[in-house]
């Protein structure tokens, strides 16, 4: 078997008296489009935490690319490749669109003091950024305030700065979330054309969106493992469907 790209080993985290996720084995293939749903509550964003290095494990591994993660930093996850989304925006508010991927670049090259720069006078930066404009439809609103932009907009800007930290395992937590339904197209859009190379995982509610992306589906009920398989094997799931789905899409 390849070695994954990411994975846990027996995880566990406890609050206290309370079990918050229970002994998860979870595998997210190379290049894998992968989704993570759950009803609320189900404990996938203690799940995503755990990955990420923002909370440590009471018990288990983070494996990433054959190697273990889980005694280090969040920081050190993210130079290793593991880069995450927020389901609520984290953009640099005071800072314009060219100058947030120029800070975000220059940061990952350990050359962060040379942001404020012209992009010109940083070599590479200036194509790079207006690669990561073009590919996320932000071309035209390069100078604007983050703060400024439609919500859509700063959802793709905010998938933008999460690839220009080059990772090879990217994490979207609801990156539809909150955006006007004439944008949602363009987010997903712009998620489905990203390089086979980074391996992705999508925690997402709205089913349409996570029937249409990915190709392999794990369910968290209660913090464990409920159920795990293909689009068609989770659809036609009566589990599934009882603990989550409801009658709409039963």
Known sequence: MSVAALETRNLNKLFGALQATTDVNFRLEQ???HALIGPNG????????????V??????????????VTSLKREKRVRKGLVRTFQINQLFAGLTVIESLALVIAERDGRGWTWLRPTHAIKGLEKEIADLLIDFGLDGISDEKCSA??????????????????????????????VPEADRKEVMKRITALSSEVSILLIEHDMDLVFNFASRISVLVAGA????????DIAKDQRVKEVYLGGAHA
């Open 31 to 33: 290049g894998a489009r």
């Open 42 to 53: 189900a404990g996938k964003t203690t799940f995503i935490n755990l990955l990420t290095g």
């Open 149 to 178: 932009l439609p919500y859509g907009k700063q959802r793709l800007l905010e998938i933008a700065l999460a690839i220009a930290a080059r990772p090879r395992v990217l994490l979207l937590d609801e990156p539809a979330a909150g």
């Open 55 to 68: 909370l440590q494990p009471s018990g288990g591994e983070v494996i990433l690319y054959g190697k273990s």
């Open 225 to 232: 493992l409920f159920a795990e398989g293909s689009v068609a």
